[in-house]
């Protein structure tokens, strides 16, 4: 018995047309700042006063007696339950310190967001202002006053280190490094310097919660529902089944709005205020508030390698600023350490990664967090050991990157890729090696990221019309991955993709899902949807087989029928089936892949499940830029990008993500940076400072997708791809500018004064 | 204080008072009820909020609502006709021009009025009259096939 699909599906076609599209165009849509309830106040919150302090007296009585506001809220109004990812160190509302600017003390629910914003600043807090400590390099050193003196007493993840204020300690150790950096034909070291930067989805957050009774809901543009919901069930000390979220249209993430953030501060608002509270962010608190950013990162690099192109050993070094909590970030030291290594063969490694609190902005996921940055440091010290063994960057690329069969930097052995299939595309869609004027280069990057296996849950079920129902925990954030599930369902069904809704997002419907986050919901969900449907399916042959007393193995589903094989008009059709009244669903979650073995011994601490990449996503991008030397201005004028993702499922959804994500990685790259004072301030916190590209900033971007049908991975053989698009990116930049420069540029993002800077010393050193 | 305005939305008219300094935005979302057209920044910075005056693109959360008194406003909503969409609205979503849909609104209005100026925009023009509008998602890419292919269809 095989399900056949003998109509082209409408993504096959090339015209999938997302289920949400028509109203997002019309704007009909609504996202969670225009929904509003009868009777709701506004939110406003006072943030911390110096980004490291200790708090000495709250006294809200002034804000409270303000005409309008309804409640105000501190630490004391809540439980003092710690929440976090890997490190359980923060509270809702701070109560004895402050450990950033963004740190909330208090927040008030008045009639107006007007009255609110005038409470919270009405709000006397004193504090004793402690020394704040940015500086996450010298914050790694023995003895340096500690961001949470008191950590060690936090409940954490086993795993994490707890030395000082390294919150995330990682080595990969492998082969021995000091013996085979002597036989290196050359060293090559670098040092490079990675500024901190933003998701900065255009949306910026909102939150709805009102109460029924002893239960809350809560409507809030979050990527990850269900962390949202047992966030405020943790955090306000209530079960998991008093708390509904409900997520309208999401305007965009990027990862920023991973985690739990402010659900249960608004919760407790509006069971304060008796009254449904709502909080939408400014501008300026959507870069200030939230405990995401992309960490700010120092990376040393040490490679040898000989003149025949073979890499004989890395050592590396890198610092990674975390910031003043830990989220869900706590896995990132060992996430650089990869990226460190990168997809290359290397038999001989010592990398070391420190991940360490400061009293800077918490930094937690955003697209692919620490790749981008590690990429770009590594992939521009890959083109200086091309130099020092005089090969082209390229070849040497060429002669290093992982294969089928390759034993990886931590011994995993690599099936079916296509590492070099994506660099020999990358090239040949850029041109590489024409003649260029001489403000003018070409720059190639190579990286990778891994798909992320985790459970994952969906229901199908099928209306008396033969038309079905998707019901799933994933979230859509935009990427299109939730509105081509029905792609997945239709085909196990015979039925067309357009003939399903989709229900999400509603944690008292859909089944747990990690939410828009890893490039994982067609690798995990898409898979969950699959067996949910082959369940229906099942039942469906039933069904027929006993109609038409015929052996299900004899059965067919296609085109809304279920017929016999070889005799298509002894059939039933599905609406016939279904509409029975008999209750078709099914639900599933599939067969979760596990992560490839690696060798790599014992001795590598901070080792969190990350050390092997499942069904790795491989990237090749090339970028040709141009260098205007008087004023350091760089534009880049084609881009191609390369990518083995594994089999493409919705391809009109996948372009989109190399498209938006190269654009993002060539504003990391050039333009987008949050910059701190000197006790970890941001300086621009807003759009026209912190400069995102814009439409003709862009150049066209070709796409090539290098189709390996991967087993053991998402369906139809089919990898994630939503993060690594932002991955390479910045490293192809960099090293087209080098081309021009005559040096690499050794801090990001790569901006105008700062290729100014390198060329005015690369012309004094001339002289 | 308020000020007695009469707003024009989407052909509609609407008799309003208004504070002297509500944004033209808030006051379509909030007095109005039409929530299409979107605030990302309230700056002028993002583009999400543009709405047609008279048929001029304007950054709403900029402008006050006492100076659209008596114009004919234009927003998102009032694009298609109906429940038929506009050539502009089906090419974004054929071409990949929408993907969390937060900037659409004000892209679609950048776009109709390049499209009512030069009805054959090359690609440079495209690029240029919707770089007030930033989007995080797409690119840009598909956006701008949009236009083109919109354009194509006259």
């Known amino acids: ?767 | 204080m308020s000020i007695d305005i009469t707003l024009t939305v989407n052909g509609v008219s609407h008799p309003l008072a208004v504070d002297p300094h509500a944004s033209l935005l808030h006051t379509v979302r909030d007095q109005v009820g039409l929530t299409g057209s979107k605030e990302g920044c309230d700056d002028s910075e993002c583009g999400a909020c543009m709405m047609l005056i008279d048929g001029r693109p304007v950054n709403a959360c900029s402008y006050l609502a006492v100076q659209a008194d008596g114009a004919e406003v234009t927003t998102v909503e009032g694009l298609a006709d109906g429940n038929d969409l506009t050539p502009l609205q089906r090419a974004f979503l054929e071409k990949g021009g929408v993907q969390c849909g937060f900037c659409t609104p004000g892209m679609l209005i950048s776009a109709t009025a390049l499209l009512r100026d030069h009805p054959r925009p090359t690609e440079d023009q495209i690029r240029i009259a919707l770089s007030g509008n930033l989007c995080r998602c797409t690119g840009y890419d598909g956006i701008v096939a949009a236009v083109a292919a919109a354009a194509e269809q006259g």
């Open chain 1, 1 to 767: 018995m095989t399900v056949t699909e003998e109509r082209p599906t409408a993504e096959q076609q090339g015209t999938f047309i997302r289920p949400d599209g028509k109203e997002k165009v019309t704007g009909l849509g609504r996202y969670t700042a225009d929904v509003n309830l009868t009777g709701q106040a506004h939110a406003a919150f006072r943030f911390a006063d110096h980004p490291h302090a200790r708090i000495t007296r709250i006294d809200t009585s002034a804000a409270r007696a303000i005409p309008g506001v309804y409640a105000v809220v501190t630490h004391e109004d809540v439980p003092e339950n710690l929440y976090g990812g890997m490190v359980q160190d923060r509270l809702l509302f701070a109560k004895d310190t402050v450990r950033w600017e963004g740190d909330v003390v208090a927040g008030v629910a008045a009639r107006t967001q007007a009255i609110a914003r005038e409470a919270a600043a009405a709000i006397v807090v004193e504090y004793d202002v402690l020394p704040a400590l940015p500086d996450f390099v010298a914050n790694a050193q023995p003895g340096a006053p500690l961001v949470h003196p008191e950590w060690t007493a936090y409940d954490a993840d086993d795993d994490l280190s707890r030395e000082g204020n390294v919150v995330g300690h990682s080595t990969i150790l492998k082969g021995d490094v000091d013996a085979a950096m002597e036989t290196a034909d050359v060293v090559v070291t670098s040092r490079f310097v990675a500024d901190a930067s933003q998701g900065a989805p255009i949306e910026p957050r909102a939150i709805l919660a009102q109460w029924t009774g002893d239960r809350v809901t809560v409507w809030t543009s979050t990527q990850v529902p269900f962390a949202a919901r047992d966030g405020v069930a943790h955090t306000l000390g209530i079960p998991q089944s008093h708390v509904r979220v409900i997520v309208p249209l999401l305007g965009g993430g990027f990862g920023s709005k991973c985690d739990f953030h402010f659900e249960a501060h608004v919760a407790a608002l509006a069971e304060a205020a008796g009254r449904p509270v709502k909080l939408v962010f400014s501008r300026r608190e959507e870069f200030l508030a939230p405990d995401h950013r992309r960490e700010g990162m120092v990376l040393e690099f040490e490679t040898g390698a000989t003149k025949d192109g073979h890499l004989v050993a890395r050592r590396a070094t890198l610092h990674l600023d975390k910031g003043a909590y830990t989220g869900e970030g706590g896995f990132f030291a060992q996430m650089a350490a990869m990226h460190a290594c990168g997809p290359y063969e290397l038999d001989n490694v010592a990398v070391r990664a420190m991940l360490t609190y400061s009293t800077n902005q918490p930094s937690s996921s955003i697209r692919a967090p620490t790749a981008p940055q590690t990429c770009w440091a590594l992939e521009q010290h890959m083109d200086q050991v091309a130099a020092a063994v005089g090969l082209d960057p390229v070849e040497l690329r060429r002669r290093t990157l992982i294969r089928q069969g390759s034993h990886g930097p931590t011994g995993q052995v690599f099936d079916e890729i296509g590492m070099l299939d994506t660099l020999e595309a990358a090239v040949e869609m850029i041109g590489y090696g024409q003649e260029l004027p001489d403000d003018e280069a070409i720059g190639v990057a190579c990286g990778w990221w891994p798909s992320m296996a985790s459970p994952s849950g969906a229901y199908v079920k099928l209306n008396g019309d033969g038309t079905g129902t998707i019901v799933t925990g994933a979230q859509e954030c935009g990427t299109g991955a939730v509105m081509a599930l029905p792609i997945l369902a239709a085909e196990q069904l015979g039925m067309r993709p357009d003939d399903f809704s989709i229900l999400y997002q509603d944690t008292d419907a859909g089944p747990w899902d990690m939410g828009a986050s890893g490039s994982q919901t067609t690798f995990n969900n898409g898979r969950a949807v699959v067996a949910a449907a082959q369940e229906v399916r099942a039942q469906l042959l039933q069904m027929a087989a006993e109609k038409l007393e015929i052996d299900p193995a004899d059965l067919e589903l296609v085109d809304g029928t279920v017929r016999a094989v070889g005799a298509p008009s002894t059939s039933v059709t599905i609406a016939e089936l279904a509409g029975t009244g008999t209750p078709l669903l099914g639900k599933g979650s599939g067969d979760l892949p596990e992560n490839p073995p690696t060798d790599i011994p014992s001795a590598c601490v901070g080792r969190l499940g990350l050390d092997s990449f499942l069904a790795p996503q491989l990237i090749t991008h090339a970028a040709r830029v141009k260098v205007d030397r008087e004023t350091g201005v760089v534009r880049v004028l084609a881009f191609a990008a390369a990518h083995d993702s594994g089999v493409i499922v919705n391809k009109i959804g996948a372009d989109g993500q190399v498209y938006g994500g190269v654009m993002m990685g060539i504003g990391q790259a050039l333009s987008e940076a949050t910059y701190f004072d000197e006790e970890g301030r941001q300086r621009n916190p807003g759009l026209l400072d912190y400069k995102l590209q814009t439409a003709s900033d862009g150049p066209r971007i070709d796409v090539r997708w290098i189709e390996v049908d991967t087993p053991n991975a998402g369906p139809k053989g089919s990898k994630g791809v939503g993060e690594p698009p932002s991955v390479p990116t910045s490293g192809a930049v960099g090293n087209a500018i080098a081309q021009v420069v005559g040096r690499h540029v050794t801090q990001l993002p790569m901006t105008a004064e700062r290729v100014w800077t390198t060329i005015q010393d690369v012309q004094e050193e001339a002289k």
